[in-house]
C-alpha cells in the first residue's frame, strides 16, 4: 500500500529517527537548561539548537526551520519557537 503525504503527516515525529523533532525531543533538557544560563547569549544559544538539529536528515521541514530560527532575536523568542515546532511536529499543537 502506498502511503499518501497526509498520512504521513499525521505521525508524531518526536520518535522518528533523522526528524528534527527527535532530536528537540532528545535533547529538551539541555536546550531548558542553557536557556536559563546567563553566561550564554542570544547567537550561543541559537548555535546549541543548530548542534542540536544538526544530525537530523535534511529536510524541507528542517530548512524551513532553520531558516526561522534565525529571524528570532532574543533567548525567549528562540526557546518559544523550539517548543511551539516541536509541539506542531508531536502533534501536540500548532504554529
Not at 499525521?10 to 532528545?26: C, F, R
Not at 532553520?66 to 523568542?77: A, E, H, P, T, W
Request: hydrophobic letters at 30%; charged letters at 35%.
Amino acid at each position: 500500500m502506498v502511503k499518501k503525504e497526509k498520512d504521513i503527516l499525521k505521525k508524531d515525529l518526536s520518535t522518528v529517527d533523522g526528524s528534527y523533532t527527535k532530536e528537540i525531543n532528545d535533547h529538551i533538557q539541555e536546550i531548558n537548561s542553557k536557556f536559563e544560563d546567563s553566561s550564554l547569549d542570544t547567537e550561543g544559544y541559537r548555535k546549541l539548537i543548530l548542534k542540536i538539529i544538526e544530525p537530523a536528515h535534511d529536510t524541507p521541514a528542517k530548512r524551513n526551520f532553520i531558516f526561522n530560527l534565525s529571524k528570532k532575536r532574543s533567548k525567549y523568542d528562540i526557546l518559544f519557537y523550539v517548543t511551539s515546532s516541536y509541539l506542531n511536529g508531536s502533534k501536540l499543537g500548532v504554529i
